[in-house]
């Protein structure tokens, strides 16, 4: 697996059959090491620095569904499935970077003998104290814990539907310390439903609200992959990937102004970021504090490889605020592309 840099992501599949370790890019600038590594990947003349190994598999081992998450100062932190194909067992990786991703240390990992773990999601309050990871259970409904100031041990069970799936979690970056989840799931008949849930007790994660259903309901229509970003003032922001027809997904954005409390949504299905006869698929949302940018990178199936594209909003994410760009070109599959935003700088990681 490759995590990768600012606007320039790509997860290649090939890497993750041939066992590769987790990777980040950053990007260039002032200071930067530009000096040739042997050991490390990049994409000549792409405007990125070389991958930078995170972490390294063993040979029976695949690292993939990598989440991203950051403090105000830019402490990068990284959580992932760790799958040990001799065992059969799914477990969840955490590490830690403190200068942007050149150097990784604080790394956890957590299986069970009962139960697999797989498509964690991070997210880490706005001082860096606290982070929390939510993650799939073969046993049913989703988990989570809390990796630092120390491991929580697992773990808190936050449902138990066997319905759901792909979890997304995040952080509000002010003195709330919100935390907000999205997660799909099956409906029974045919159609995926995209949920939400908020613990609005600072620090108390055991205290969940109900789930609202967002998007789905009685329409028995297929929305998945939800991701879940928060700025200011109390934004919400959730991307889901949304079936036109068969082969054929579009990106949609709901939004609340009002921290996601019941009736504050958009209605369903939103507002379209990219809607095209090409396959959208796999995104992923994040904002820049104080400026009503909204970023969306996704995949486009078409041609012979997935590529990641870029929608960017400077509006809030309204309708017709939306520009799309390509981030990748070059052979090779990419897929399931995860941002973040540093709100020190006002840049933006992807992985």
Known sequence: MRVRGVMRVILFTMLILLSAGAYIT???GPGANMAPNAGILGDPGSGWSPDVLVSTPNSSEIQRNTSIGADQGGVLHVAYEIY???????GICAATSHNGGIMWDETYCMFSEIENYSHPSIAVN???????VVF???GGGLRLMTIFPHMSGCCQTLTTDPGDHNPSITISQDSSANAFLTFERDDGAGGTDIMFMAARDRGVWSA???PQILVGGLYHSVNRMPRVAWCDPNYIYIVYERQAAPGNRDMFLIRSAAGGTP??????????????AADEFAGDVAAVLNSGKVVVPFA???GIFNQIYVAYSEDWGNMLSWSVSPLTTDPGDHENPRVVTIPADKTVRVV
């Open 300 to 302: 486009r199936a078409g």
């Open 84 to 90: 040990v194909s001799s065992l059969h067992w799914s």
């Open 26 to 28: 950053r990007p260039l």
């Open 208 to 210: 969940w609200e109900a």
């Open 263 to 276: 009736g504050s949504w958009t209605s369903e299905p939103g507002t379209i970021v990219v809607a095209t």
């Open 136 to 138: 799939d259970s073969s």
């Open 126 to 132: 706005f001082s860096g104290s606290e982070a929390l």
